[in-house]
Structures are given as C-alpha cells and as structure tokens.
C-alpha cells in the first residue's frame, strides 16, 4: 500500500466517524490536487445526497480540500520542499564552517602574529651577535697588526699573506725550542745533583776518597767489590730493606730501585718491573745532563734490554 492510500484510509475513516454525529456536510466540494481528492470528493458527494444541504456541503469541502491537503504536505512534503530543506540545511551546514574557518583563522593569525614576534628577537640577537663577532675582529686586527709590521720588516720583498706565514713558522720554532729549553732546565733542575752521584750515593765509586752523606750511610753493605772498580749488589733482607729506605728518602736517586728491581727479580718477586720502570724513567733524565755519571748510562742500557 503506497504512503497516499495509508493516508486516505485515516482520513476517510475519520470522516466516517463524523457523519455517525453530526449533519455537517453537502453534495459539493472542490476538487483537491492531491491523491486523495477523488476518494474525499466521493465521501462529500455521499454526505450531501444524504444530507441535502449543498451549501454547508460546499463550504465544509472547502475546508477539508484545504486540510487534507495541508495535512498531506506536512506528512509527505513534495520534491520541492525537500530540496528546499535539503538547501537550508546546507546553508547552515555552511554558516557552521564558515565559523570554524573564522576560529582557524584567528589562531593562524595568532601563531603568524607568534612567529613574527620571534624573527624580530631573532634578528634582535643576530645583530648583536653581529656586532659581537665584528668588534672581536677588530681586536685579533689590533693584536696583529705587530706581527704584520714585523713581517714586512723581516720579509720586505715577499707578499703580507706570505710573509705572515714564514713568521709563524718561525714563531712556532722559537716557540718549540723554548719548551724544549724550559724541559731541560726543569730536568737539570730536578735531577742534576742525582746525575753526578753513582751507584753508592756518592760521586767516587772507588779509591781512598770518600764522601760521606745521609745517602751514602743508609747504602753502607748494600754492595761489594769483587775485583778493582768492579761492584756487585748486595741482596740479603738488610740490604733490600736499606734500598726501600733510599727509596723513601730520596725517591729521585735511581740506583735504589735498580738495585731493589734486580734483587726481586732473582728471587722472582713481579714487583721487580715496578722498581725496574721507576729506575729507568730517571735514568732517561739523567743521562741528558751533561757530565752525569757514565754509570747511569750502563744501568739504563741494561734495563732496557730487560724491560723491552
């Protein structure tokens, strides 16, 4: 059954309703432009024949045409109503875009608004920095321009750039020599009363002179001769434990851990390679000090080959 004919079934029922309490229609009514006008018209046509009161008839038809088919667009609206809501629904599905667009476009323009903000404390701080890194310019000019007076003096036929670069070198050459110079000042410093003592504290390995000092007493027996300038070390308890008091006492002179190292080793002690590394680092500082001892010479040759 189409929706029409649902329709005409109430309404006719209505109607019937009606007749059964009141004498209220006619034989006219006016033709309606909806579906059901040919089933009302019937109805009307019955109600005035019964009745016999064609103009009541008449004015009550033009009622009913009137709300049937006012009541028949509010149930089925026609095609060009529906387009017609369909249109205000699309308007103001369109007004609610437009004012999302409007809320997007504030926040972009606030984020703009942000980020220029931004580029001008940015080119706040790279002009500053700017301005820092011309006046450090200005300063490594005013520190070289001795230099660039000085290299035209010392190279007067050769290009500034060039002429900057030989005296470099020749600035990094001085500059190297002195270190090497403040080494070996230190070195003589440090190890020169050392390099002129050998093996038994003293300067005299031999013969009737004889020095005595706190050095040479704490080494007393810690050595023999066993034929004429020729010297071995003592290894007993006493001895050992009279080269770790050299040590103590006198920590730069370097025949106590050589002595010691040799001792340990024979006995097998791994502590050996500790006196024997400590004995052959100053022996390397020693032996570059003009007029040490040659002993010191033979004692770094020897460790070297046990150690290397």
């Not at 321009?145 to 010392?154: G, I, M, T």
């Amino acid at each position: 059954m189409r929706k029409y004919e649902l329709f005409n079934f109430y309404l006719l029922n209505l109607f019937n309703k009606l007749l059964n309490q009141q004498d209220l229609f006619s034989k006219s009514i006016l033709p309606l432009k909806c579906p059901i006008s040919k089933d009302l018209e019937v109805v009307v046509k019955k109600i005035a024949v019964l009745h016999k009161k064609p103009l009541l008839g008449a004015v009550v038809g033009v009622i009913l045409s009137l709300a049937a088919t006012e009541a028949y667009r509010i149930v089925y609206p026609s095609t060009e109503s529906r387009q017609l809501e369909s249109a205000r629904e699309e308007i103001a599905d369109v007004r609610v875009q437009h004012e999302t667009a409007k809320d997007e476009r504030a926040k972009l323009e606030g984020q703009v608004s942000l980020l220029g903000e931004q580029l001008e404390q940015a080119d706040e701080k790279a002009a500053k920095e700017r301005e820092g890194h011309t006046n450090q310019l200005k300063r490594i000019d005013e520190r070289l321009s001795p230099f660039v007076e000085l290299a035209e003096q010392r190279y007067p036929n050769v290009p500034a750039d060039d002429a900057l670069e030989r005296l470099r070198n020749e600035l990094s050459s001085v500059n190297r020599r002195t270190t090497q110079l403040e080494t070996e000042i230190t070195v003589v410093r440090e190890y020169a009363d050392v390099a002129m003592l050998t093996f038994n504290g003293s300067q005299f390995s031999g013969g009737d002179i004889s020095i005595n000092s706190p050095l040479t007493t704490i080494l007393e027996g810690t050595h023999t001769e066993v034929s004429p300038n020729q010297f071995r070390r003592v290894c007993t308890e006493e001895s050992m434990g009279r080269y770790r008091q050299a040590i103590r006492d006198f920590p730069r002179f370097p025949f106590s851990y050589y002595w010691l190292a040799l001792c340990l080793r024979e006995s097998g002690d791994l502590q050996w390679k500790t006196n024997a590394e400590s004995a052959r680092a100053i022996f390397k500082q020693t032996t570059q000090i003009a007029g040490h001892q040659k002993s010191h010479d033979e004692a770094l040759t020897y460790l070297r080959s046990l150690l290397d």
